[in-house]
């Protein structure tokens, strides 16, 4: 693939998000970043190319960190990625809860998260109906319940496709937002930014919906929906 470099040539700006100073942190830069630039290379390909693209992805890891300490006194420490549903194309639907543009990184079984975290899975599913529509339409997000048993965890979120979602190509629907919420034992219910830090305490729960991918092509009946008009959210 050495060869795909050579016609391009990449110009970017000191001080931008692309070429930062020294001091500024760039933790997200290789799984958020650089994701989010790839797509958008993509997308300004659409006019020229469409039947070689794929609509939206998730161009995100999806990233929750959980960190707390265990019944036996051990601190751990979860860095777990939540894939999306891939763009459809101009010849099928897209595929459900993967990453597109870096490693198809597994997700960790459940099994394992409740034997060596202060974690109990509830449920974990399809997100039916998130990928966008289309002639054919996006792949569907993962859906994916999380409750705290032990006090003072911490949770890190480091995700994109929070506000802006997989957009669609050829006239197909963008796919559904990626979301995670959180429900208090307390009877508290909010959704988390891409990107913050809070604390869990015993039967919280954390309900990740990541997103779906876009469409591709127009919608058959000119007028199908999907999850991604679902805008009003309350955030921290």
Known sequence: NGGCYRPLHIKTRPGSVLEPGVE???????????QRIADALFLAFEPLAASSLTAGGPTT???????G???????????????GGEG???????????????????NTPAEIIETEYPLRVEFQKLRRGSGG??????????HRCYRATANDISLTSMFERAVVP????AGGEPGALFQVQIKRANGEEFFLPGKTNIRLNTGDRVIVESCG???YG???DGCAKNLSSDNERKTV
């Open 213 to 215: 991918g876009g469409g």
């Open 61 to 67: 890891s999806g990233l929750l960190l959980f960190a």
């Open 133 to 142: 529509a289309g002639r054919h339409r996006g792949g569907d997000g993962l």
């Open 166 to 169: 997989p957009y669609g190509l």
């Open 218 to 220: 127009i919608p058959a």
């Open 69 to 83: 300490r265990r019944n036996d006194g051990q601190w751990v420490t979860l860095y777990e990625t939540h894939g």
């Open 88 to 106: 459809a194309r101009t010849d099928r639907d897209g595929m459900p809860v993967l990453r597109v543009h870096m490693s198809n990184v597994m």
């Open 24 to 34: 500024k942190p760039v933790v997200g830069g290789n799984h958020e970043t650089s």
